[in-house]
Each structure stands twice: as structure tokens, then as C-alpha cells.
């Protein structure tokens, strides 16, 4: 761990942003579902090294413009590259280029044990074709050893040693989640998408999932990561982009985008003109 606390923003991704050389880079992503448009006209940099927080209201769009850049759907228009190289909307082949997720609804293979589930993640990178795989040749071996011995390191980095062999379904929450994250590490990202990564935490949890996700900025990934929990935000990220009914509203530095009112007034809205107080009850 070299980061234990929040750092306003990191020197490596404060260089790299000096340099001009983002990881993500999107312009114009816009999703529209019959009349209604979920994400609209959003320009947005990610570069190594820096946490990037996208918040915004229930229903602004986070998720769904997650799954535009993970290729889950097909942008309506605009465009998406991961260092410099525009992405085709297959999920395949996004993770590939070296982008991966987490879910908001955690997603994992339960009858998998924790190993099994990291494994999976490898995949993309292993070169052993169907047959090779069928037959089990030594490529096969080799590459199940390494991959093997690769989960094995993953899963003690986010904190699960001694969990390799439960099944997924039996874990607590909480590591499911760290679980899930070992699982998009191991196809080895440049870009690490997060989608509500303490939601259902407790607070024991969730400081331990913030002390992770330092660690994997710290390694020099980039980190987009959607949350609700505004002290999470407010203390780990670099910068904050808020989204607000699918529109990009304010983005910037935790501090500016914290006393932004705009931002206040997205979440808790405006008071009606003609709202009465409860002392005003005839
Ligand atoms: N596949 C879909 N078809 C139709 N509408 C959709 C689809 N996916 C999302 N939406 C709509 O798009 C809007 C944005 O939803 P989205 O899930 O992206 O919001 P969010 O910001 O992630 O919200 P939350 O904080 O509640 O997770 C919502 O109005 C939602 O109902
Ligand atoms: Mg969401």
C-alpha cells in the first residue's frame, strides 16, 4: 500500500494529464432509447494513473454510459477510444483492448469457487485455441498453470487468500464484490470501470474497498468508478464528473464539484415556489 489516505490528485496522473495523453478518451457518447435519451453528448478524459468518480442522480445515465464504452450497447452516436484506438462496441473485444468492469448488481459465476471465477477473467489473454484446449496439449497445461498461479496473486492483492476453493455464492458480500474486481483485473485493464463498488457495504467494508482501489490506482491504472457514497468520492477520487438526466453538468476537482450548487440541486432538488412548511398547514 503506498497510499493509505486520499490524495487530491495524484502526481502520476496530474503528469500524465500535463502530457495530453488520456487513457479514455470519448467524445459526443450519446444513448437514446425510443424518445428517451439516458446519455447525451459526453466528452470525457480518463488518464493513467488518476481515479476518475462519475456521479449523478438515480437514472442519469452512469450505467448505461458504462455500457456504451464496455460495447455492451452500441452508442447511439459519438465515439470511444482507449489509448488513441477507437473501440467497436463488442464487448469482446473492448476487454481485450484492456478495459474491464465491475457490475452494479454483482455478476460472478456462483457454482464457481472464488480461483475458478479469476480464471475466467484470463481467458482473453491465454492463446490456446479449441483444440489445443480439447486435447489439453501442453500449451493448454502451461498456460492453466500460469493462469492458475496468476489468480492465486490476484486474489491475495484484493484481499482474499484462503478463499480460492468457496464457491462464489458463498462468500460475504463484500468480498464478492473485491471478488469481482480480482476477476476484471486479471484480464489485465488499463482502464478498471467500477459500477457502484461499496454499495451494500458496511463501513468496515467499504474502507477496505477504498484502501484497494488506491492501491490499483497507485499501480498506475486508471479508474473510472460510479458511486452514491459521497464521502468516497469526495475523498478518493482525482477528479468527478456528474451527470445529470444524461447530460455532462460540472466536472472538475472533488472540491469544485462538491460546492457547485448545481450539483446539490440535482440531488435534492429545488423547493416548489409555493411549497408550503409544515407551519404553514391550514
Ligand atoms: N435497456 C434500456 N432500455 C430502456 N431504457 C433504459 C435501458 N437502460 C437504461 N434505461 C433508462 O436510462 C436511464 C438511465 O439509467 P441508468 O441505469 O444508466 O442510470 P444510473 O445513473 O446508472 O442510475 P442508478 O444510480 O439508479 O444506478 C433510466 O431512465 C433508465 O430507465
Ligand atoms: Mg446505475
Sequence with gaps: MTSSSASPDAPAARRAREQGTPILSTRGVTMRFGGLTAVSGVDLDVYPGEIMGLIGPNGAGKTTFFNCLTGMYRPTSGEVRLDGVLLPPKPRQVVKAGMARTFQNIRLFNNMTA???????????????????????PKFRREERESRAHARELLAYVGLAGSEEHLARNLPYGHQRRLEIA????????????????AGMNPQETRAAEQLILRIRDSGLAVLVIEHDMRFIFTLCDRVLCLVRGEPLVEGTPALVQGDPRVIEAYIGTPEPHAQGPGDER
Design 183 to 198: 476477476r476484471a483485473l486479471a484480464t489485465g485493464p488499463k482502464l478498471l470501470l467500477l459500477d457502484e463498488p461499496t
Design 115 to 137: 480461483l475458478e471465477n479469476v480464471m475466467v477473467g484470463r481467458i482473453c489473454r491465454t492463446s490456446a485455441g479449441p483444440i489445443t484446449s480439447i486435447l489439453h496439449g
